[in-house]
């Protein structure tokens, strides 16, 4: 009896501990030096583009009120009621000029990045002189200086994929999803942005080509 009960206790522990070590989130190691493949990513600006007329020419999304959902076209309310040409009323369009300019510059790609990882902390330094400090072990990170506006940037690994969010300037909801493919040869990025401007959100994959391999020479 007392030799079940021991062989019991061993193959629960046996199950268990397989179980305790998979949960682990498996990291991947984003050092190096990435230089931006434009022929494997996407063209943000024409992404943005898209999206900046699908707003201007139909309104924000729900702001259709006449009968049977079809738009009253009343100026300074929506639907067609701005002359001169389709879209929204005056004023609800996918922004000004300086809006236009910030998502621009939001969803751009940088054509290289730099990434140092120090345990939890990870520094990533773009060609725009656009430098970021994440870590994973749950810190929010204030902004200071010229990115004051932009509030808290949080970090966490899923399943080797580093995972970012934080907020714009213009209280856009900004995602980054970095994870290694192509055998560490290369990185992709996928951007996430969701802005009061805009009806839906802008995704743009970004790849990267790691320096020194045949790719990133």
Known sequence: MFVRIILAALLVSATILPAQQSAEPPKTDLNGIWKLN???????RAKLRSAMQDRDQNGPMGSHTGMGGVSLGIPGIGGMGRPGGPGMGRGSGAGNEEQRSRLATLVQASEQL????????????????HE??????????????KDASQMQVKAHWDHGTLITEEKGPGGEKISHAYEITQEGKQMADTLTLESKHLNTPI????????AGTDKGE
């Open 38 to 44: 434009r022929d494997e990513s996407d063209d943000a």
């Open 132 to 145: 970021r400090s994440l870590f994973t072990d749950g810190r929010k990170i204030e902004k200071s200086g």
């Open 114 to 129: 730099t990434i140092v990882e120090k345990g939890p902390e990870i520094d990533v330094n773009g060609s725009d002189h």
């Open 203 to 210: 995704i743009v994959r970004s790849v990267y080509d790691k």
